[in-house]
C-alpha cells in the first residue's frame, strides 16, 4: 500500500452480508459488519496502537493472502446509549438543502433515526439486523431541537424502514411532537395495516407531509410468498 493512499474501511447493508466480494470490487482495507458505532472506536484504536486486526470485533479484513471475517458484533440494545451524529463535522450548509416531496423553497432538510430494525419479515429485505428497536421520544425531540436551533432545520425525514411501527408508538411520538410545538415538518415510512383515519389525522397535525408506503404487489398470494404481512384488503383500506 503506498504511502499516499488512505486506509479504506467500507461498511452499510451493501457489503456486511458480502464483505469479501465488496472488498475485492472496491479495493476496501476494511468492511465493518452491521452496526459501526462500537466497532469502529475498536478498530480506529487497534490501527492507532498497531494491535492485530484479528482482534476487533465486526470486521472483515485481508491479511494479504485472503479476506478475514472476524466474529461479528451483537447490536446494540438501547440505541439512546449512541451520542448524537457530529453534525459540526459535516458541511450541513449543503446538506440541509436535499429536496423532499412537498418541501418548498425556504425549507432546510435533515435525515434522523427514529428507530433501528423492523417488526417484520418480509423475505426481500436488504436489513440484516434482527428485532426493532426504538429510541425514546425525549432523545428524538432533542436531536431536532438541536437541529432546528443550530442549522435552521424545519424539514425532519425519518429515514428508519418504518416509523410507523404500531398505532400506539406513532400517537405517542406524534403527541409529545405537538406537546413540545417543533412546528415542523416531517416524512417517514409506513405501511398500510396501520393507516387509519384518526392515526393520520394527529400525524399531520404534528406536522406530517408525507408517508412512503411499501406495496410491493398486489396479489395476496405473491404477498404471502414474500412473507409481506399485509393482504389486498388492508392495502386497499389503507389508501
Same mark, same amino acid.
Given at each position: 500500500?503506498? !504511502?499516499?493512499?488512505?486506509?479504506?474501511?467500507?461498511?452499510?447493508?451493501?457489503?456486511?452480508?458480502? *464483505?469479501?466480494?465488496?472488498?475485492?470490487?472496491?479495493?476496501?482495507?476494511?468492511?465493518?459488519?452491521?452496526?459501526?458505532?462500537?466497532?469502529?472506536?475498536?478498530?480506529?484504536?487497534?490501527?492507532?496502537?498497531?494491535?492485530?486486526?484479528?482482534?476487533?470485533?465486526?470486521?472483515?479484513?485481508?491479511?494479504?493472502?485472503?479476506?478475514?471475517?472476524?466474529?461479528?458484533? *451483537?447490536?446494540?440494545?438501547?440505541?439512546?446509549?449512541?451520542?448524537? *451524529?457530529?453534525?459540526?463535522?459535516?458541511?450541513?450548509?449543503?446538506?440541509?438543502?436535499?429536496? !423532499?416531496?412537498?418541501?418548498?423553497?425556504?425549507?432546510?432538510?435533515?435525515?434522523?433515526?427514529?428507530?433501528?430494525?423492523?417488526?417484520?419479515?418480509?423475505?426481500?429485505?436488504?436489513?440484516?439486523?434482527?428485532?426493532?428497536?426504538?429510541?425514546?421520544?425525549?432523545?428524538?425531540?432533542?436531536?431536532?431541537?438541536?437541529?432546528?436551533?443550530?442549522?435552521?432545520?424545519?424539514?425532519?425525514?425519518?429515514?428508519?424502514?418504518?416509523?410507523?411501527?404500531?398505532?400506539?408508538?406513532?400517537?405517542?411520538?406524534?403527541?409529545?411532537?405537538?406537546?413540545?410545538?417543533?412546528?415542523? !415538518?416531517?416524512?417517514?415510512?409506513?405501511?398500510?395495516?396501520?393507516? !387509519?383515519?384518526?392515526?393520520?389525522?394527529?400525524?399531520?397535525?404534528?406536522?406530517?407531509?408525507?408517508?412512503?408506503?411499501?406495496?410491493?404487489?398486489?396479489?395476496?398470494?405473491?404477498?404471502?410468498?414474500?412473507?409481506?404481512?399485509?393482504?389486498?384488503?388492508?392495502?386497499?383500506?389503507?389508501?
Amino acid at each position: 500500500q503506498s !504511502k499516499n493512499r488512505p486506509f479504506y474501511i467500507i461498511g452499510g447493508h451493501g457489503p456486511s452480508p458480502e *464483505p469479501e466480494y465488496f472488498m475485492k470490487k472496491l479495493e476496501a482495507d476494511v468492511v465493518v459488519l452491521g452496526e459501526g458505532e462500537a466497532t469502529i472506536v475498536d478498530l480506529l484504536y487497534a490501527l492507532s496502537t498497531n494491535k492485530p486486526l484479528m482482534n476487533v470485533r465486526g470486521i472483515a479484513f485481508s491479511n494479504g493472502t485472503e479476506v478475514v471475517i472476524n466474529k461479528r458484533r *451483537p447490536t446494540i440494545e438501547n440505541i439512546d446509549d449512541i451520542p448524537m *451524529p457530529a453534525y459540526h463535522l459535516f458541511p450541513l450548509e449543503y446538506y440541509r438543502l436535499t429536496r !423532499k416531496p412537498k418541501s418548498e423553497a425556504a425549507d432546510l432538510t435533515m435525515n434522523i433515526l427514529s428507530a433501528r430494525g423492523c417488526h417484520y419479515h418480509c423475505n426481500f429485505c436488504y436489513r440484516m439486523d434482527k428485532g426493532y428497536r426504538t429510541r425514546s421520544n425525549e432523545s428524538i425531540i432533542d436531536e431536532v431541537k438541536y437541529l432546528q436551533l443550530e442549522y435552521g432545520i424545519n424539514y425532519i425525514a425519518f429515514a428508519d424502514e418504518c416509523l410507523l411501527s404500531s398505532i400506539q408508538r406513532t400517537e405517542s411520538l406524534c403527541e409529545d411532537i405537538i406537546k413540545a410545538k417543533l412546528h415542523i !415538518k416531517w416524512l417517514c415510512g409506513g405501511r398500510l395495516n396501520y393507516a !387509519k383515519p384518526d392515526l393520520l389525522k394527529l400525524m399531520k397535525t404534528a406536522g406530517c407531509v408525507y408517508i412512503s408506503y411499501g406495496i410491493e404487489c398486489l396479489d395476496d398470494a405473491i404477498l404471502k410468498t414474500m412473507g409481506k404481512g399485509l393482504t389486498t384488503e388492508m392495502i386497499r383500506n389503507g389508501i
